[in-house]
């Protein structure tokens, strides 16, 4: 009986230093591994990001227009204005209605605003159509800006009467739509078996399907893109006790938006992103060009990108990358709330022409805050928060102020016990994966993404292709990735084509 008590414990006592051992070599791989990976990703911070715009722009002249396109013209908007000034003063006949006044004097001072904005503001990250199209979309968001402060300081009867300056339809009581009740897909006891459907395809499938094309295009990241499609329609199954508009059916939610409308644009979104990091950015000067097919091709590339720069946001590369993508993430659903109890706080109807107009602006602002955003992630020589996304920032914030000043009966409805459950559930465990992922499993060795000077398809070296097999004890230290003696000069030629392509 003791031999067999013996045997047993030796049995045990081998399968333990069998574990230990096997734990132990486990553990110096890992290490060796994140060795490894912390030096590639040392290897990749040598090769430059994304590139400072406003040191190319200087560099820059583009050959596509003459030159007198592309100047400021800040004499000539100067001259103009005052004349324009001189004769509303001295030669234009007043008017005795102080309301008529009122609003060409707002109209002209909001003219001037503009007008000023075009012309000395600094340029932004994108060149085309034209640098005054960015100058103006950032002078309008300022004035957007100081007057959604001044609506934020009034009381809600005061702030929709002041929308009948616009439009005197405006400020009246809306009825919300619902889009829930009868949920059957196939309803075989109405004449009309398919109603339901048809009852819940309007306008709307269309501005989500091209929505989600421009959140494709300015995101450049269709995971991205799809995180924001689904969370979304969580809020709404969240909020449809605020607001009835967000009470959709099972197949509305899922089929309809998420699969149909949120993915079809998402997908024309990534086959227009394919073109444009495929195409070869060469551009010549319009009276350059010898056949007329050509100058019209060239007019309308005009509306196209001067160049390509493939976002990679990767948000696991560090925790400071991580928690600038969730806060991306709830930023932007934060806008499209905004959307929605704006149009509920403020009764302006869905149709209305300030809800498509707003959303042209927020895609524009989106569209440069992004950029600036993502050079602030991704450029080490980026320190500062760009200005577009500072007052992109402040609008979000904003709109959510009067959205809840104006709405705190409708806004501070508590949530259902087992929808507030399912949100404590959820913080909990992104809480659980940012320690784990983050402080336990140190992210920091985590190699950081291929820098984005470099084009698409470069034949760059990687240290993955010098180095395929795992390193053993005595493996030397990684080497900086350089040109290959085949491809001479290759960083050189590629900064050369960057230059002139920018």
């Avoid at 040392?42 to 190319?56: G, I, P, R, V, Y």
């Avoid at 400020?171 to 897909?185: A, F, Q, R, T, V």
């Avoid at 390509?308 to 499209?336: K, M, Y």
């Avoid at 200005?387 to 000043?405: D, F, G, N, P, Y």
Wanted: charged share 20%; aromatic share 14%; hydrophobic share 45%.
């Amino acid at each position: 009986m003791e031999e067999v008590m013996d045997g047993a414990m030796q049995a045990v006592d081998g399968a333990l230093d069998n574990a230990k051992s096997a734990m132990d070599t486990a553990i110096d791989r890992i290490k060796k591994e994140v060795n490894l990976q912390k030096l590639k990703s040392d290897s990749m911070c040598q090769l430059k990001t994304a590139h400072n715009w406003q040191e190319e722009k200087e560099k820059v002249e583009d050959p596509d227009a003459p030159s007198y396109f592309w100047r400021a013209h800040t004499v000539t908007v100067l001259v103009v204005m005052i004349c324009m000034l001189v004769y509303t003063a001295l030669i234009e006949t007043p008017v005795e209605d102080s309301t008529y006044n009122g609003k060409k004097g707002f109209v002209a001072a909001l003219f001037f605003w503009l007008a000023l904005g075009m012309t000395i503001m600094p340029d932004g990250p994108f060149l085309r159509p034209h640098p005054a199209l960015w100058r103006f979309s950032f002078a309008m968001g300022v004035f957007y800006e100081l007057l959604l402060i001044y609506i934020l300081f009034q009381t809600p009867g005061d702030a929709r009467k002041l929308l009948k300056y616009i439009d005197a339809d405006l400020g009246e009581p809306i009825p919300e739509k619902d889009y829930g009740g009868n949920c059957k897909l196939y309803d075989g006891d109405d004449e009309d078996p398919w109603h339901n459907v048809k009852d819940k395809v309007d306008i709307f499938i269309v501005a989500h399907l091209a929505g989600y094309w421009c959140k494709t295009l300015i995101f450049r990241d269709w995971w991205l893109t799809t995180v924001i499609s689904i969370m979304f329609e969580f809020l709404e199954y969240t909020l449809e006790h605020q607001l009835l508009n967000f009470s959709e059916c099972w197949w509305d939610h899922w089929i309809l938006d998420v699969i149909i409308c949120n993915g079809g644009g998402t997908i024309l979104g990534i086959y227009t992103l394919r073109y444009l990091s495929m195409k070869t950015y060469h551009w010549r000067g319009l009276y350059e060009i010898p056949t007329y097919r050509g100058k019209v091709k060239r007019f309308f590339g005009q509306f196209s990108p001067h160049g390509w720069i493939e976002f990679t946001w990767n948000p696991l590369s560090s925790f400071e990358r991580w928690i600038a993508i969730v806060c991306l993430i709830i930023g932007f659903l934060i806008t499209e709330l905004n959307t929605f109890y704006l149009k509920f706080v403020l009764w302006v109807p869905p149709n209305h022409l300030l809800n498509p107009v707003r959303l042209l602006f927020i895609l524009l602002w989106g569209a440069v805050c992004l950029r600036e955003t993502f050079q602030l992630l991704d450029d080490p020589e980026c320190d500062r928060l760009g200005r577009q996304s500072w007052v992109m920032l402040a609008i979000i914030v904003t709109e959510l102020l009067i959205c809840i000043k104006f709405g705190w009966a409708t806004m501070t409805k508590p949530l259902p016990h087992h929808i507030a459950l399912w949100w404590v559930l959820g913080a909990a465990l992104l809480l659980i994966y940012t320690v784990v992922r983050f402080y336990l499993l140190k992210p920091n060795h985590i190699p950081k993404p291929e820098k984005e000077n470099i084009r698409m398809g470069s034949p760059v070296n990687t240290p993955e292709a010098e180095y395929k097999d795992f390193p053993g004890e005595n493996s030397p230290s990684l080497p900086l990735a350089e040109p290959s003696p085949s491809q001479p000069g290759l960083f050189q030629d590629q900064n050369r084509e960057d230059k002139k392509d920018l």
